[in-house]
């Protein structure tokens, strides 16, 4: 056995996750009911009080600072701590604890708690992103607190929130997270137009759809919703709903292919949310809900995802609506055979653009690309996201970094672009041209700064020829 | 409604001739198109009535006997008048040229002439029952030359003076047809083919000219057969069969019009379709054979494109003193037993002394032919077709009479096939001119442009912009519909003219969906160009991200570099500016007081001077010295300079 120093690192993960509202609980003896949801429950009811207090404190505290922006974060030795206040009054609260290494010293154990480690930045996105998903699937607070009072937000924060925050990663979150982007899937125009063809189409004759989107792959084509709906809705597509079905049909159960149907041509569509036999008279036609333009309209959808091959489409459709067994009929017959044809034009039209443009290689830049104004987002960096976690190809440090590069680049609004050598040797460059912004992580130890100047002209050059980017 | 249920009409300027009487013979001249009236043989007066003429032809001739056919050659220069069966008399109407009549007879042994064409203005076929004579008349000299002759044994003859083609009937039972062409002295033999006849154990009827009709279909030409009872004994109606007549190789069945019904028939050809009049009834029905039909792989099978219907009431108009106000003029008998027919459109009363013209009404159609896309293939192929296919464009975009986007995309598809046919066309053209550089010009002909051709600006002009303007549609189908034109455009590769984008650009503003004109955008559906880009750029208060599509698209017209320029400065972003210019390559030749001048008015210090040291640095480089020259006119920038960071700032000469 080796005699070696042992250590052992910990990663990020999430202590406690609460929301409160402080007009709830106004009088002494009530604090409790401010506290409207609390994680993890099983502590004591003092502790999540006094928890709560310390926030309230330290709001109401920095506020003498800055009135309109009270705190955003607190550092302390072990843990990290976010405050987000989506509406007025209602504070979500998430507390990280640093990263942690064990290490043996001299027969004994200690830890040191790495407290620089932990991006603001990353995690208030993750904080914000907590409060977008909820409001995707149940609306603002407040619409809550209309409809059924502090017992309905309750309920419905316990019941999103149970779940979700299993869901949260505290090490894997990056850079993307700050991001949030989307990334598009891309497509000559005569494909492209072929798929607005066909979206008009169905929205004409299923004239029940209020919006629709397209994805292929994952990634997005087409958004009928607006942006900011778009963005939380793809995160939800991309890193939950579509995951769970990735597994399935790589273990070759679940065989999409449909047996023929007299009058029906035979298609590969099925509905990834709703029923899963349509013929089944016991199945359930209920669609999860979403809710969309809330700070405008407000409106409450059924969301209906329907995939054919590697497409898949959503419908939206105002809740008012009854879904009847029989309109689920008429979509999958009507988009079913349209899907399946369209999906294959889509892969063949792909294949031939990357054959002409040659980009089947592997990429030898590692990157992450990054538009503000359609929030398009690319990276080489990443491998293909899982369930659970998204990977990346390279090491925690320069992630960190990549992140520092962003916050950087978030004070100021000119264009800037800063290059960074890593203790590792690697080099870093980040650039920003007016609402984009790029980072690059260059693997040649022995250049010097302006031979990694040249290479990212290159590299703009030829990947980014297409767009005012400037150098 | 019912009233406008007529497609076919006769037309309003008939040709009136002196009806047919004991003393009045009326002969009709497929030719030249033209109505001879003679009177006791001549004697009393010919009148000569052509389609386009004002005043008709008028003489005398002697009486020398009945007139059997009288016929102008071509241009009108001589008459030819048949009054035996042995020989043809000509006058020369010509000036300064004798009159007298001269006479050519057959030359064929007791044959008898059956009748004679005139295939140029010299040029005349004399047919008899025993073959064909081919003549040069010389007018001057009052004779003819013979050219050629063929034999054969003549039952009937047919002539079709556009394609100059005389079709022979032979054979015991007529069936054997023999076509042959005329052109300039020549004579040519066309491939002989058989009408094939019915198969029963009755002895068959022989095959009547009334039954045989030649008419140029398309630019082909076919011989058209009134079989009047189909051979399948399961569909007893007649049907007319189509044999196409090549120039060369031989002749080959090609289609069958289904009548449906029996008795008695007539045929036209009008407009490329062929219309058959039937007379029990008193209706007609068109067929186009470049509709879609049944195909058996060699014979298409057609239908009627549309129900039966009456050719539209045709009232005589009242003239002389008859003519007395209040009274309503006398409708025409249609299809009387009177009616004689001719190819291709013509329709002669000689009881009454009318000639018409056969004409198809369009707008009718455009409500009896429900099949959107069916009424499209068949009105791309009419001549006068483009007020009434924009009529129907527009109209299925009307809010009462909507059609879906699938009908919509079809329609949009079909016109733009034909557009794109006609760009090809002229395309190949140009190459055609360049590369010949105009040597034998005579074999390249500019495509015509027919009417069928909607080209965009015709759209956006008489369909679109009406149609986005009247905003009655939602607009979601508004944007359906300009999405399905630009995408059946790009189908056909036919560039998109940027005024399209704008009514895209504009219904999506007015609207507030600019994240969907982004995403356009952002698939480049909205292609490139300056103008594009400049309406972006007005965008950009409603849509700040408008600006940065604009600065791409101009970064990839690769033509707009200055414009790039003039945008960056106009926001103050001179070194965002400066950089650009640098990686074009244009720093060495930029005016230099436009960006100091830009760099002052952002009122930043630190640009300022970081700009003026640019220019110092450039001058440095391209003179060997930091100053400006006079021909700069940056007097007023040095001097600005040194008020806020002192003469010690400038750039010193370097003393090298």
């Known amino acids: ?471 | 409604m019912e009233k406008e249920e007529y497609y076919l009409e006769l037309n309003d300027r008939p040709v009136l001739f002196e009806k047919a009487t004991n003393v009045n013979s009326v002969f009709f001249d497929e030719a030249n198109k033209q109505v001879f009236a003679v009177r006791s043989g001549g004697a009393t007066g010919v009148v000569v009535k052509g389609p386009e003429d004002r005043i008709p032809i008028s003489f005398r001739m002697e009486d020398k006997g009945e007139v059997k056919c009288i016929k102008f050659s071509l241009g009108n220069k001589i008459l030819a008048v048949q009054r035996t069966a042995k020989s043809v008399d000509f006058i020369n109407l010509i000036q300064d040229y004798s009159q007298l009549e001269y006479s050519q007879e057959c030359k064929t042994k007791n044959a008898k002439i059956l009748g004679f064409c005139w295939t140029s203005a010299t040029e005349i076929v004399f047919i008899t029952d025993q073959g064909i004579e081919f003549y040069q008349v010389l007018a001057e000299k009052r004779t003819l030359k013979f050219l050629k002759s063929q034999s054969i044994n003549v039952n009937w003859y047919m002539y079709c003076p556009e394609s100059s083609v005389i079709l022979l009937s032979t054979a015991n039972l007529c069936n054997v047809l023999q076509p042959f062409h005329f052109r300039s002295g020549t004579l040519s033999k066309m491939a002989k083919f058989e009408i094939e006849l019915p198969v029963s154990s009755i002895k068959p009827a022989k095959i009547s000219e009334r039954d045989i009709a030649m008419a140029t279909i398309y630019g082909q030409l076919y011989v058209l057969f009134l079989r009047h009872h189909a051979k399948a004994s399961s569909s007893p109606g007649a049907e007319v069969v189509l044999y196409h007549l090549p120039r060369e190789g031989s002749c080959k069945k090609t289609h069958i019009l289904k009548l449906n019904r029996t008795g008695k028939f007539a045929l036209n050809v009008v407009d490329n379709l062929v219309v058959v009049h039937h007379q029990d009834t008193e209706t007609s029905v068109i067929f186009d054979i470049r509709l879609r039909g049944e195909s058996d792989g060699t014979v298409v099978l057609h239908q009627p494109v549309l129900p039966a219907r009456s050719i539209h009431p045709y009232n005589i108009p009242l003239t002389g003193p008859a003519a007395v106000a209040g009274q309503l003029p006398i409708p025409c008998k249609l299809y009387s037993s009177s009616w004689i027919v001719f190819q291709p459109d013509i329709i002669i009363s000689a009881s009454e002394g009318y000639l018409w013209y056969l004409r198809i009404k369009l707008q009718p159609i455009v409500h009896m032919l429900t099949d959107k896309g069916r009424l499209m293939d068949f009105l791309l192929q009419r001549k006068d077709c483009k007020a009434v296919i924009l009529s129907v464009c527009s109209q299925m975009l009307s809010e009462k009479d909507r059609a879906s986007l699938p009908v919509i995309a079809t329609v949009f598809d079909k016109l733009n096939c034909e557009y794109k046919k006609y760009l090809e066309a002229e395309h190949s053209y140009t190459v055609a001119v360049e590369t010949s550089q105009g040597r034998s010009n005579a074999l390249v002909k500019r495509p015509v442009r027919g009417q069928a051709v909607i080209d965009q600006s015709d759209m956006y002009t008489h369909v679109l912009s009406v149609f986005t303007d009247l905003k009655e549609a939602p607009h979601k189908f508004i944007i359906a519909v300009l999405m399905e034109y630009i995408r059946s455009l790009n189908q056909f590769q036919i560039p998109v003219q940027h005024y399209l984008y704008e009514l895209v650009i504009k219904t999506l503003v007015q609207h507030n969906l600019f994240y969907m004109l982004h995403q356009f955008l952002q698939y480049h559906v909205l292609s490139d160009s300056k103008p594009l880009a400049c309406l972006l750029l007005s965008l950009e208060s409603v849509y700040p991200p408008a600006h940065q599509l604009s600065l791409d698209m101009l970064k990839r017209l690769s033509t707009a570099n200055d414009e790039i320029v003039e945008v960056l400065l106009s926001k103050h972003q001179v070194l965002a500016a400066l950089r650009f210019v640098r990686s074009i390559g244009g720093h060495d030749s930029i005016s230099a007081r436009k960006f100091l001048d830009a760099a002052k008015q952002a009122s930043d210090d630190m640009l300022f001077y970081t700009v003026f040291r640019f220019f110092e640095q450039r001058n440095q480089r391209l003179r060997g010295n930091p100053n400006f020259t006079p021909g700069e006119h940056c007097e007023e920038h040095v001097t600005f300079f040194r008020q806020q960071f002192g003469e010690q700032a400038m750039l010193k000469i370097s003393s090298a």
């Open chain 1, 1 to 471: 056995m080796a005699f070696a120093v042992q250590e052992k690192h910990y990663g990020p993960s999430l202590l406690s996750f609460f929301i409160y509202n402080p007009k709830f609980g106004q009088r002494e003896g009530e604090e409790e009911n401010k506290i409207l949801f609390y994680h993890p429950n099983d502590i004591e009811k003092n502790e999540k009080i006094k928890n709560v207090g310390l926030c309230e404190a330290i709001v109401q505290f920095t506020r003498t600072f800055n009135p309109t922006k009270p705190a955003q974060s607190l550092h302390t030795q072990k843990n990290r701590q976010f405050f987000h206040e989506p509406e007025e009054g209602f504070w979500m609260i998430m507390v990280v604890k640093n990263p942690v290494v064990e290490k043996q010293k001299d027969g004994k154990t200690v830890l040191e708690y790495q407290e620089d480690e932990l991006l603001d930045k990353v995690y208030s996105s993750v904080l914000q992103q907590c409060y977008k998903m909820y409001k995707l699937f149940n609306g603002t607070f407040n619409k809550a607190m209309e409809t059924g009072g502090v017992t309905l937000l309750k309920d419905r924060l316990e019941k999103f929130f149970h779940r979700y925050l299993q869901t949260l990663h505290m090490q894997f979150c990056d850079l993307l997270d700050v991001f949030s982007g989307i990334s598009f899937f891309p497509l000559d125009k005569m494909t492209y137009l072929k798929i607005q063809s066909f979206i008009n189409r169905i929205e004409e004759s299923l004239n029940l759809v209020k919006y629709t989107a397209f994805l292929y792959n994952d990634q997005l084509i087409w958004s009928g919703l607006e942006q900011e709906d778009m963005r939380i809705l793809y995160k939800y597509l991309t890193t939950s709903l579509f995951p769970r079905y990735i597994e399935p049909e790589l273990a070759g159960r679940d065989s999409p292919i449909r047996p023929e149907m007299p009058g029906n041509l035979q298609h590969y569509g099925r509905f990834l949310t709703g029923p899963l036999n349509l013929n089944d008279p016991e199945a359930k036609f209920r669609f999860p809900k979403i809710f969309v333009n809330t700070e405008e309209t407000y409106e409450e959808l059924h969301l209906i995802v329907y995939k054919a091959m590697s497409a898949s489409v959503c419908f939206m459709i105002d809740a008012s609506v009854q879904l009847t067994p029989d309109f689920c009929r008429k979509l999958d017959s009507l988009v079913g055979p349209q899907l399946t044809v369209l999906a294959s034009d889509i892969c063949e039209q792909y294949n031939i653009n990357r054959r002409i443009s040659g980009s089947e290689k592997e990429p030898q830049f590692k990157f992450i690309y990054f538009n503000h104004m359609n929030l398009a987002e690319k990276s080489t960096i990443h491998l293909k996201k899982t369930p659970s976690i998204s990977l990346t190809s390279v090491q925690p440090e320069l992630m960190k970094i990549l992140g520092d590069i962003n916050s950087d680049f978030t004070r100021v609004d000119e264009d800037e672009e800063i290059i960074v050598k890593a203790m590792s040797d690697y080099w870093i460059v980040g650039k920003k041209s007016d609402q984009r912004e790029l980072y690059v992580i260059l693997n040649q130890k022995n250049s010097n700064l302006i031979e990694v100047n040249d290479e990212i002209k290159k590299l703009c050059a030829t990947q980014f020829n297409n767009i005012f980017f400037l150098d």
